[in-house]
């Protein structure tokens, strides 16, 4: 849904529509004191070594628990927080936490999603660069991960902003690789230092061959380019494997781990490799 408004279709007027509005109307003013009185969490989802298995990092994903509704999803929520204008302070919110929880895992890297109205606003490398300082966190353990919306739409711009974000240190994945238009000649011309192959791919593996060479194709391209490769939303074993022989080196997904709170994390992290037995 979230990816499909505002096409600007006409359609005839519907009383149920004005509802609609309001419930939207109520959803943003709820969301706007969400996020200032420190309602929004952030939970963390493992991403492993496709060999070793082992937790390499952690992606940062955000999380609302509606007063008196209960959880909102992010495919809800992120599209009203970029349509209202909050998703800046919503953005930054959620790197902050996720800075400070890195203290307890020095050893591992963290992600953070980008929205495309925040890399559009000129503060923020500017507010990104405060986080970092505030935080103590050192800008070579972050990778900010985008998904080619603004790259497609603003590409000079794009580039612009990335190149000020690289000085500071962060890299940058193009997330959701494989779901939209997202080309291989994205990788290159902008210089992304990862790929995150979209889970519709991952999915795809269980339809048989074809899905298979595809993947290896999308997998050979970016190794040619020396980008590596994350694989997302990995459920079996059977697709841990294939991913693996098609050269994807890190693995991310409910085999591994759901997104969790910190203490999760850490009780994975004591187990070592997850899961406990690794796919022949
Ligand atoms: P994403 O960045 O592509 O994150 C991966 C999504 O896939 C997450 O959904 C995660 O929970 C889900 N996922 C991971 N492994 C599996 C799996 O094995 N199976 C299935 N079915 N799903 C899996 P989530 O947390 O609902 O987030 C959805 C999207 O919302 C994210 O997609 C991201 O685009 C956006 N989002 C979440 N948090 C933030 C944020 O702090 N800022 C911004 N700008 N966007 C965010
Ligand atoms: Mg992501
Ligand atoms: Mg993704
Ligand atoms: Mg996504």
Redesign the pocket.
């Known amino acids: 849904r979230s990816k499909d408004n505002g096409r600007g279709c006409w359609t005839p007027y519907d009383p149920q529509m004005d509802i609609e509005r309001e419930e939207r109307h109520q959803l943003e003013l709820d969301l706007r004191t969400a996020i200032q009185s420190g309602e929004i969490t952030v939970v963390y ?1 493992p991403v492993v070594n496709a060999n070793s298995f082992e937790i390499v990092s952690v ?4 999380r609302w628990n509606r007063k008196g509704h209960g959880p909102v ?3 809800v929520f ?1 599209p009203i927080a970029e349509a209202s204008g909050l ?1 800046d302070e ?2 930054i919110c ?1 790197l902050h936490h996720a800075c400070r929880q890195m203290h307890d895992w020095p050893d591992l890297r963290l992600s ?4 495309p109205g ?1 890399f559009r606003d000129p503060a923020f490398v500017g507010h990104v660069e405060t986080v970092f300082r505030e935080t103590g966190m050192d800008p070579r353990r972050v990778v900010l ?1 985008m998904t080619e919306t603004y790259f497609i739409h603003s590409p000079e711009r794009a580039a612009q902003a990335l190149k000020r974000l690289r000085r500071l240190g962060v890299r940058i994945a193009l ?2 690789f494989g779901a939209g238009f997202s080309s291989v000649g994205y990788l290159r011309q902008f210089g992304f230092d990862r790929m995150k192959i979209d ?1 519709s791919m991952v999915t795809a593996l269980d339809g048989g061959p074809k899905a298979v060479e595809m993947l290896q194709a999308t997998v050979a391209l970016a190794r040619s380019l020396d980008i590596p490769v994350t694989a ?4 079996t074993e059977a697709q841990a494997v294939a991913l693996r022989l098609a050269g994807c080196d890190e693995l ?4 591994f781990g ?2 969790c709170e910190p203490a999760e994390i850490d009780r994975l992290r004591c187990r070592g490799q997850v899961p406990a037995r690794r796919p022949a």
């Open positions: 989802q992606e940062a994903l955000a999803a992010p495919d992120i998703i919503l953005g959620v953070v999603n980008i929205s925040q991960e997330d959701d889970r997302e939303g990995v459920e991310q997904g409910y085999l759901r997104p």
